[in-house]
């Protein structure tokens, strides 16, 4: 079942070209583009749930413009020809665009027809507790309790949290009163090497003069579990004037003269309201077409972006600091302990332990600190209609600051960027179950467990693509120090203006990369291989062998060392290797690649004649086997 | 007092040769007014050690008048020897290199923190460098692995000081001329960046009078070209005769023909030898390339002015040339001659087999020289830190502070010219012609980075660098002025070269495998401009230079008279070092034979044919290989010329040919267009930044992806061996390995700039919870806290 309108033209917003014709389907779940013009098929899906607004602009001769602008950042601009059907899309898609239920989410009606006990499996993939056990949790000082199973503590906390073990029943109780929601301080990493913590939990209801025993007894506890410290800090990530505000609606921050020992420390990220905007503001450079310099620059700094993302950076330095050089147990919270709390947390964790810069560590790193602990992903990322103010990147932000240390660190992560904007992609899709609804307790009664998919087996799937080529590998690089300065902050073409291909660098030199991994792990397998025959060869045909060793011989010749600096090309190969067949395969090493990506392999030659010279030898090792089995 | 007299050996020395002229004086600052003129002035009396002894060594060469050079030459073997006890002053001279004035105990701070943590030492000045001889420089252990060989980590050349600061009680002055007080500390910042702070406090009075008048004197006055350091130098230095260079250095008329050859221009230009002698002009080089047509006295008319003189010709055939222009003239009859010689030459020249031509008058469509050097002054001036206060306070406003010094934005046009010149040539096959001034200046930016971009020898190291010697050096760009070497005059300054390597490095970082030098090449040149051991960059034309030589030459009757050229690398940086100049991800041009090419060709045009050019050629394969199919056709199909002055229609053009470009693949051995939107272009980080302690980055950067990158190739390499080793095959030698990007994972960002033994302190609290305390008490006045209490709970 599916809409279709003809003579549709789709613009770019980049270059001047003459705008595609073709053909838009409307399908249940998708906006489907075909471009009739090109000689190749060439598609444009949209999914539905990505779409952010879509705004009717004054008619023109061509026809009657359609804005689509996408959470993804992707920006389509539709010329349909008749003013009717247009109206139809509109309003349509409206439609489409902001569910009211749930249930109409994509994540129900996805099927990508695998059984049953492999969804399950899926959904077993991420396993906390293996994270905790990893941090070596329960120990002397904490331990896993399942205090929350009714959510009788806190309704946004997953059934098991981790306190210190000297808290007991009454304390987490007490406690809870005193905290905003009920969220009371729960371990969110502890550093093993020495102890110090870092821990999560929302604004106190201290107002002017308020106290509560159990939470000072809670904080002592923390407090207490690293004994290595005489004291811990407590950290508001809001700006102080936020803090002081709230104070007078009962709710505000720790007074340092109740606790014992506490450092208080107020960290200025902003709020979502400032942080919507400045976004908002953001994405309006980034449309600007061709910005000059002037326009870039202001435009950037006007927007405020790069600051917030400071902001959060500056935060997670210093808690990561804290922890590992001042060996001190750090206590986070903002106003309700969802938003800065768990972009704060995370990138501390991420800072301090490789780990969580590998795929599977990623995963855990979102499932346990956003995930679990409650970020209201539905409200944020407006999944369904709703409060427009509630709207907010947080989420963006974080997977920004990941980003930001990427380039900073090329080398430190396993992934690459595209892991990083897939993950980002299916915040929004709703396609999977996993960022579906506001806390556990929401997606247990949504039935995700039982109804969707979950992301992350679909994303180790794709591992190869995700693979990030510079990774050093999981003990080079410990804990992260990553520069704060503003000139170290860059501007992320590729999330903001992802879909502007204009705008990016022609040859990925990622994509180069890859491509040599794989060539590289093929190499390693025929090296193997051939030195498994090798006893074969020594005995039976020796006259052969050398003939062959001669040939081989020749052909190797011209691709010797020195690798990189010598004129190759691949297109240089002997003729007869290309009918080998198993070359055409050979080339097309990147299954999961986008046709795009494709492409660009199949005719550039430039990649490094690393690859040429390895295909030389590997169609060499090919020509070998036939002969000798 | 004890010793030999500083002036007055300098005069026995220099009155025989330089008695025609005063400038003797200049080296010697002080007049009588002065408190310091005197005996006790720059002699070496009163001081014990090397001073002492070094005056001794050096009054003894002195006593040898009749040596050609006006100075003399201490080997720093001859002051070891005479003085083992202060072996913890390890002074190096080179040849030529005269000590002229010293300090003890002088404090080089630290910059961090404000505190006056640092080394204690001896501050030195010598005709050549300021150099700080620290304790700790004794030690060899911890040598900087990319070492310059000629520049120390604590030396200074004479022309490599931007300005100096004297600190009196706590306040900053500029010092120049005569100084009536000394200051407690001495701010020296450099022209390629770096920041010294050497503090006086603990130096005796008079030492601190004599270095700082010295230092002064030597860096801020007023030279005369003779006394460039590089003519000592050259004097002293022993020759190398064997200097193996693939560099065309263009000083020959054989290179010009080979150029000719090499694209193809050899057809309608021709070289011409007139200027041999300097008969035509002194702003031209002995050989050049003209049009065919054109005719001798033409060329002799008006000194070479409103001449089109070839730069090079691309693989269809268009050329670029570039003029200088007539000065403007107040007087109608000479304009109006100008005006007829100048229809004369177009007319000559728009004639076939010329076609069309485009002219393009960059003193109107570039920024102006002044607003080059005034946004440069304030450019750097973001990156040239007193302490680390004042760089945190950029914190806010990185990106409009950025923005106001226009530096980018001036970068950002260069390269759009580039490209629009680049689709007049490419695109509508059009020869282009530059017109400026003297076409020495933003001529040289925009033909070089035309050629950059469009003809892949251009980015390998030695073509790049004969691209240098061709548009630049023998181009005629008056680097002696542009950099005010002889700071004789402010307003002829202008970093128009710097601006150069500023917009090839643009191209460096957007497209890393198409050129086979690094950015710590761009990096190294741009230093190197103010080392004057080189003759390349310390004349304003071929002409100056060879006056100069061959004066200079006959008088030391000998023929060791010899400048280096800034391309022998060898001379800056041990093998190991130069390493790092090389790109390891470049790859040559493929070289094929014909019948291969073919089938390739067939399968990359599909992808590649530009809908707006129908006679443009792959520009996958060779430019001016075996081209000349298309090259005959552009000569015989005559275009009929139209008019492309509409700027609408230039609009349309240019955004098509860059569009379209930028939706193919790129090839790195063809045409190469740089982003130029906002987010393209970007601050050359390693140039600007690598001083900057706090700017450090341990583990990361981009020095962390290029280990990573060696270390692939080096598990390929052994891969690969394995394999030619199963096949029983000599094992093939390796590539050179690269000790020092060995155990890395630790190493700076800022490698191999970063210091040594630098730790950044950081403030442990982020910056903005810093300002928080900071303004603390003025919580009320921030406005740009906007409080709801509904959205802020």
């Known amino acids: 079942m599916y809409y279709q309108v003809e003579n549709v033209k789709l613009l770019d917003r980049y270059t001047n070209r003459k705008p595609a014709n073709g053909t838009l389907y409307l399908t249940a779940t998708h906006l489907i583009y075909v471009d009739a013009s090109a000689e190749v098929r060439k598609e444009t899906w949209i999914l539905h749930h990505h779409i952010a607004s879509v705004e009717k602009l004054p008619l023109t001769t061509s026809g009657c413009p359609l804005l689509i602008r996408c959470k993804n950042f992707r920006v389509a601009h539709l010329v349909i020809g008749h003013e009717r059907d247009c109206h139809e899309v509109y309003t349509s898609l409206l439609k489409l665009s902001q569910p009211v239920k749930p249930e109409e989410l994509y994540a129900f009606s996805y099927n990508p027809k695998m059984p049953k006990d492999s969804r399950e499996i899926g959904w077993k993939l991420i396993d906390l507790k293996v994270d905790y056990q990893r941090m070596g949790i329960p120990n002397d ?124 420390k107020f960290i200025g990220i902003e709020n979502i309201h400032v942080m919507r905007s400045s976004l908002q503001k953001l994405l309006e450079v980034c449309e600007t077409k061709s910005p000059s310099m002037s326009d870039f620059l202001t435009g950037l700094e006007n927007s405020g972006w790069l600051r917030h993302i400071k902001a959060v950076m500056d935060a997670g330095v210093f808690l990561a600091k804290a922890v590992k050089e001042e ?39 979102i499932e346990k600190e956003w995930i679990v602990m409650g970020h209201k992903f539905s409200h944020r990322c407006g999944h369904l209609d709703g409060d427009l103010k509630e709207v907010s990147p947080v989420f963006t932000q974080f997977t920004e600051c990941v980003w930001q240390l990427m380039q900073q660190f090329p080398c430190a992560f396993e992934f690459n960027e595209r892991f990083l904007l897939e993950i980002h992609d299916h915040v929004y899709s709703c396609q999977f179950g996993n960022f579906l609804g506001s806390c556990y307790r929401e997606r247990e009664a949504l039935k995700i467990f039982e109804k969707t998919h979950s992301l992350w087996p679909f994303l180790l799937q794709k591992k190869q693509e995700f693979r990030n080529p510079l990774y050093k590998g999981f003990t080079v690089y410990k804990e992260l120090k990553p520069n704060t300065l503003p000139f170290s902050f860059q501007f992320w073409c590729g999330m903001y203006n992802r879909f502007d291909k204009g705008m990016h660098p022609k040859q990925c030199v990622l994509d180069h990369l890859l491509n040599c991994m794989s060539q590289k792990m093929k190499l390693e397998d025929n090296a193997t291989d051939l030195e498994n025959k090798l006893p074969f060869l020594d005995n039976p045909l020796p006259n052969e062998v050398c003939s062959l060793s001669k040939i081989v011989n020749a052909s190797v010749e011209s691709s010797k060392t020195p690798m990189l600096n010598t004129p190759q090309d691949y297109e240089s190969e002997p003729p007869a290797l290309l009918t080998n067949g198993a070359i055409v395969e050979e080339v097309d090493i990147m299954p999961d690649q986008d046709q795009k990506n494709k492409e660009n392999f199949a005719n550039h030659h430039d990649l490094l004649d690393l690859n040429s010279t390895m295909e030389v030898i590997e169609s060499d090792a090919k020509k070998e086997k036939p002969q000798h089995q | 007092m004890g010793g030999v007299n500083y002036v007055s050996r300098r005069r026995a020395a220099l009155q025989p040769e330089e008695s025609d002229e005063e400038s003797w004086e200049e080296l010697v600052p002080l ?43 201490v080997s720093p073997e001859e002051i070891h020897k005479k003085e083992p006890i202060e072996k913890e002053v390890n002074l190096h001279l080179l040849p030529g290199e005269l000590l002229l004035c010293e300090a003890n105990t002088v404090l080089k701070c630290v910059q961090e923190d404000g505190s006056n943590r640092g080394a204690c030492g001896k501050l030195i000045c010598t005709n050549f460098k300021i150099a700080f001889l620290g304790d700790e420089s004794a030690s060899d252990d911890n040598e900087p692995e990319f070492k310059n060989k000629i520049i120390g980590e604590n030396d200074i050349t004479l022309h490599c000081i931007d300005h100096i600061y004297g600190v009196y009680d706590e306040k900053k002055k500029s010092l120049s001329g005569q100084l009536k007080k000394y200051p407690e500390k001495l701010i020296i910042y450099c022209k390629d960046l770096r920041v010294f702070h050497f503090c006086l406090r603990y130096t005796k009075e008079e030492e601190v009078k004599r270095i700082v008048s010295g230092i002064v004197h030597h860096s801020q006055t007023p030279k005369l070209l003779k006394r460039l350091f590089l003519f000592s130098y050259a004097t002293a230095a022993p020759t190398n005769t064997d200097i193996q260079n693939q560099t065309v250095m263009f000083d020959a008329i054989k290179d010009w023909r080979e150029e000719l050859e090499r694209t193809k221009g050899n057809m309608k230009y021709k070289v011409l030898n007139a200027n041999e002698a300097y008969k035509v002009s002194e702003k031209l080089p002995l050989y050049f390339v003209v049009p065919m047509s054109l ?126 010149v680049a689709e007049y040539l490419e695109g509508q096959n059009t020869n282009v012609l530059l017109v400026e001034e003297n076409a020495s200046d933003l001529c040289c930016v925009i033909s070089s980075l035309v050629q950059v971009m469009m003809d892949s020898h251009y980015r390998t190291k030695f073509g790049f660098q004969s691209l240098i010697q061709k548009e630049w ?15 004789q005059n402010d307003k002829e300054e202008a970093p128009v070269f710097l601006l150069f390597l500023d917009c090839v490095w643009q191209l460096v970082q957007q497209y890393p495998p198409a050129f086979e030098f690094t950015e710590t090449y761009l990096t190294v040149l741009s230093d190197s401009l103010y080392i004057p051991i080189f003759s390349t960059f310390f004349f304003n034309s071929q002409h100056q230079k060879d006056t100069n030589m061959s004066g200079e030459g006959h008088r030391a009757q000998s023929s060791h008279f010899r400048f280096l050229t800034v391309w022998d690398w060898s001379v800056q940086f041990e093998s190991k070092a130069q390493v790092l100049l090389n790109n390891p991800l470049y790859v040559e041009k493929p070289k094929l034979d014909k019948s291969q090419r073919k089938t390739t060709r067939f399968k990359h045009q599909r992808q590649l044919s530009l809908p707006l050019t129908q006679t443009k050629s792959s520009p996958k394969r060779g430019f001016f290989r075996e081209e000349t199919d298309h090259f005959i056709k552009n000569i015989l199909g005559k275009r009929i010329s139209k008019l492309i002055n509409s700027s609408d229609e230039l609009h349309n053009n240019f955004t098509e040919f860059y569009d379209s470009w930028h939706c193919k693949p790129a090839d790195f051995h063809g045409l190469l267009l740089p982003h130029i939107d906002g987010p393209g272009i970007k601050v050359w980080a390693q140039r600007y ?105």
């Open chain 1, 327 to 365: 060996k001190a147990s750090v206590l986070v919270h903002c106003s309700d302990g969802w938003d800065r709390t768990a972009q704060v947390c995370s990138l501390a964790s991420l800072l301090l332990d490789p780990f969580y810069r590998t795929f599977k560590g990623l995963m855990v790193l």
């Open chain 2, 295 to 420: 005719s001798e006295e033409s060329i002799l008319q008006y000194q070479g002015r409103g001449i089109p003189i070839w730069c090079w010709s691309c693989h269809n055939g268009a050329s670029l040339l570039k003029m200088s222009a007539f000065p403007k003239e107040q007087e109608d009859n000479t304009s109006q001659m100008h005006k007829i010689f100048l229809d004369g030459i177009y007319k000559t020249i728009n004639k076939p087999p010329y076609e069309v031509l485009k002219t393009d008058d960059l003193s109107s469509s570039l920024p102006s020289l002044q607003d080059i050097q005034a946004a440069y002054i304030r450019f750097k001036q973001l990156f040239l830190i007193d302490n680390s206060t004042d760089f945190w306070d950029t914190d806010v406003k990185w990106f409009s502070l950025l923005e106001s010094t226009n530096w980018l934005e001036i970068v950002r046009r260069c390269l759009k010219k580039a490209i629009e």
């Open chain 1, 141 to 264: 000082f904490w331990e896993i309790t399942d205090a929350n199973k009714d959510y009788e503590v806190c309704n946004t906390y997953p059934p098991e949290v981790v306190v210190p073990k000297a808290a007991n029943k009454a304390t987490v109780l007490g406690s809870a009163k005193f905290r905003s929601r009920g969220r009371i301080p729960v371990l969110s990493y502890l550093y093993k090497e020495n102890n110090a913590a870092i821990c999560r939990c929302s604004q106190p209801l201290s107002g002017f003069s308020a106290r509560c025993l159990e939470d000072e007894q809670m904080l002592q506890a923390i407090r207490q579990a690293n004994p290595g410290s005489p004291f811990m800090y407590v950290v508001d990530t809001r700006p102080k004037l936020n803090a002081m505000a709230n104070r007078a609606a009962g709710k505000g921050y720790e007074n340092e003269d109740n606790y014992d020992n506490i450092h208080f």
């Open chain 2, 31 to 73: 007049p009588p007014s002065c408190p310091l003129a005197g005996t006790a002035a720059w002699s070496w009396g009163g001081r014990e050690a090397p001073g002492a002894m070094l005056g001794k060594g050096a009054g003894g060469s002195g006593a040898k008048p009749a040596k050609p050079s006006f100075v003399s030459y």
């Open chain 2, 689 to 793: 930044l690598r001083w900057i302690p706090e700017a450090q980055l341990l583990g990361g950067g981009t020095v962390a992806t290029a280990t990573k990158i060696l270390d692939m190739i080096e598990e390929v390499q052994s891969l690969q061996k394995k394999m030619d080793e199963k096949h029983s095959l000599t094992v093939p030698q390796g590539r050179e390995a690269l000790p020092m990007l060995r155990n890395s994972a630790r190493l700076s960002s800022l490698f191999p700039f970063a210091l040594l033994q630098r730790h950044s302190l950081k403030p442990v609290l982020p910056t903005s919870t810093w300002k928080d305390l900071e303004d603390e008490d003025d919580l009320a006045k921030r406005d740009d806290e906007f409080v709801d209490l509904s959205e802020v709970i």
């Open chain 2, 473 to 487: 050096v023998m181009g005629g760009h008056c680097f002696l002025d542009r950099c005010n070497h002889l700071r």
